[in-house]
């Protein structure tokens, strides 16, 4: 999505709490350049000094002797030059902050925001996407802020100035420096349209590229078993290529900016130059007049060649701001509740009322479903891939939302819940077990962050991991690396669950936790489960059967329906679907054959 507002408006819309620091820092800006300007008019005073003596301008102001005009001259030299410097160090400085503070909170509200946004976002984005928004394009916005608002400010103050000073002083000449400003401003908007497409283009190509790279970094492994480096490299060559050929269009295009103005520039020059001369040669001008002119114009229309810089990173901001702020602008279709649950206030009761689902375009998943499970009950559920096992964990934990129906938690529609009361309420273990580089304290304490080294250790011993943890190299102060990519897979299963033990919540989710791991690893997690079922719901997403063979009951889903449900022993009876898997991971019995 975009909005058709205008890139600039939308970003002061953002900056509105800092107006007053844009406006003191903006006021340093045109001051610092008011101030900057003095020199050449300075000059011109020193020469009619020179040249008109007791007659000079100073002198009609009472200072008559030549060498106090000369002094007086100096004194006000080192003030405007002390107040320049003053307002340059100001502007610096108050530019510089707010570009800062702006970057800060722009990167914070932005992956705050992404944060909120629903999975089925993320499902659609890359990694290297998301980066490209919270670095490169937020880092490109401070670069102009930093050095670019100042500039326009500058060049902006500098023209009104001058313009200004050349009608005061000779008018019959400032037509003629003026000649070239049009063409400055009409090529200064006609190469911003120009280059505003491609730079949106630089954009989207960089964020293709980071995307890329992101991938490969996190399947390095998957590449170095396959042998597909070279394959890699060239998938990278390609995106850097491309993003290299747009970023060449965009520099032709804005390389050619500065020599065509400065062309334009040299008219105005060359006019002032001749015609003034003239003038002065004539006696209708004053020779410190004629020096003034001659400065101001360079002091106008040089500057000026600047632009194509401040217009290049003018652009790069404005496409930037607009990526950062339509993600800002997504809407979070998910919304939290009101309603504020302490987790300890919970018993777990939870109901599946009349739900369909389906993900975004795709075929529906659940439909009229409806489940009940009792406050402390355990229950397996099993089923082939697609069935909906963990579709119903998604809707639960507000994932997701269903499109009729609705999730309970002891009697109440989850909807009415804070969603971070929801999910503090419900442990996760999931298959795909995600460690944070760190250390194994830090790993278990993550979200029971005010835990004492002896709750941790007591949580770890729980669910049998203290044994493997003492023989780590620093014991708990042992760092995992990215991903936990320095444990064994059933490590890290263990790692998971001393922190879902931390965090004692009243409904726990093991999702197909134990389907990745070895036998004793196994057995290990199941003693765990015994001692985590006490006092909890529990709901055991399981591939492998023995790890709900004790649930006090088990659903077999199939193409998102209930098709079978009671104990194991039960369901072996039953000689059904799970009836057939048991025998399938036992090889207590032939599978049945189809017909």
Same mark, same amino acid.
């Given at each position: ?523 290990? %997690?199941?003693?765990?489960? /015994?001692? +985590?079922?006490? &006092?909890?719901?529990? #709901? @055991?997403?399981?591939? =492998?059967?023995?790890? %709900?063979?004790?649930?006090? /009951?088990? +659903?077999?889903? &199939?193409?998102?329906? #209930? @098709?079978?449900?009671? =104990? ?21 019995? =032939? ?5």
């Amino acid at each position: 999505m975009g909005s058709n507002d205008h890139p600039l408006g939308r970003l002061l819309r953002y900056a509105r709490p800092h107006r007053r620091r844009v406006w003191l820092a903006s006021t340093c800006s045109v001051l610092n350049k008011i101030f900057d300007l003095a020199p050449p008019a300075l000059i011109g005073a020193a020469i009619d000094v020179v040249v008109q003596r007791e007659d000079s301008l100073i002198a009609s102001f009472g200072i008559t002797d030549v060498q106090d005009q000369l002094i007086w001259l100096a004194v006000v030299t080192v003030l405007i030059w002390g107040l320049e410097s003053l307002f340059q160090y100001l502007q610096e400085w108050l530019w510089r902050n707010l570009a800062q503070t702006i970057q800060h909170e722009m990167r914070l509200d932005a992956y705050g925001h992404i944060q909120s946004l629903d999975m089925a976002y993320f499902h659609e984005q890359s990694t290297g996407g998301l980066m490209a928004v919270l670095n490169d394009d937020i880092n490109q916005l401070e670069r102009f802020l930093d050095i670019g608002a100042d500039d326009i400010l500058q060049v902006t103050t500098t023209a009104l100035v001058i313009v200004t000073a050349f009608f005061v002083l000779a008018p019959q000449v400032a037509w003629m420096a003026m000649l070239p400003v049009p063409v400055i401003i009409w090529g200064s908007f006609k190469f911003q349209r120009l280059l505003a497409p491609r730079y949106a283009r630089v954009r989207e190509d960089v964020a293709d590229l980071n995307g890329q790279l992101a991938n490969n970094l996190s399947g390095i492994a998957t590449i170095k078993a396959f042998a597909t480096a070279d394959y890699e490299v060239g998938r990278i060559d390609e995106l850097s290529g491309r993003y290299r050929e747009s970023n060449r269009r965009a520099i032709v295009l804005s390389s050619a900016f500065s020599p065509l103005i400065r062309m334009a520039i040299v008219v105005g020059f060359t006019a002032t130059l001749v015609y003034g001369g003239i003038l002065t040669l004539e006696g209708e001008l004053a020779v410190g007049t004629y020096s003034v002119l001659v400065f101001l114009t360079q002091r106008l229309l040089w500057p000026l060649t600047r632009l194509g810089k401040t217009f290049d990173l003018y652009q790069r901001a404005m496409a930037s701001t607009n990526r950062v702020l339509d993600l800002l602008e997504l809407e979070v279709e998910i919304v939290s509740g009101d309603e504020e649950i302490a987790p300890a206030e919970v018993s777990g009761a939870i109901s599946f009322e009349e739900i369909d689902f389906a993900y975004p375009d795709r075929a529906p998943i659940l439909q009229g479903f409806n489940l009940n499970v009792a406050a402390g009950q355990t229950i397996g559920v099993v089923g082939a891939t697609g069935a909906g096992k963990s579709t119903i964990i998604n809707l639960l934990l507000r994932f997701f939302e269903p499109q009729a129906g609705r999730v309970l938690v002891d009697g109440q529609d989850v909807r009415e819940w804070s969603l971070e009361s929801l999910r503090r309420s419900i442990g996760l273990v999931s298959q795909q077990t995600f460690l944070f580089h760190g250390t194994v304290r830090e790993n278990i304490a993550y979200g029971s962050f005010d835990a004492t080294d002896e709750e941790i250790e007591r949580a770890a011993r729980f669910a049998e991991a203290q044994e493997f943890i003492e023989a780590l190299p620093q014991g708990y102060d042992t760092v995992v690396g990215e991903r936990g990519e320095t444990l064994s897979g059933g490590q890290k299963q263990r790692i998971s669950i001393a922190r879902a033990v931390l965090r004692d919540p009243p409904i726990l989710i093991l999702d197909e936790a134990t389907s990745a791991v070895d036998n004793v690893t196994e057995a290990a %997690i199941q003693r765990s489960m /015994e001692r +985590l079922s006490q &006092d909890r719901t529990m #709901i @055991v997403i399981a591939h =492998r059967l023995s790890t %709900i063979r004790n649930a006090d /009951e088990i +659903l077999v889903l &199939d193409e998102g329906a #209930i @098709v079978e449900r009671g =104990r194991h022993e039960e369901l072996v009876d039953l000689d059904g679907i799970y009836a057939e898997l048991w025998s399938i991971q036992t090889g207590a019995r =032939r599978p049945k054959k189809s017909a």
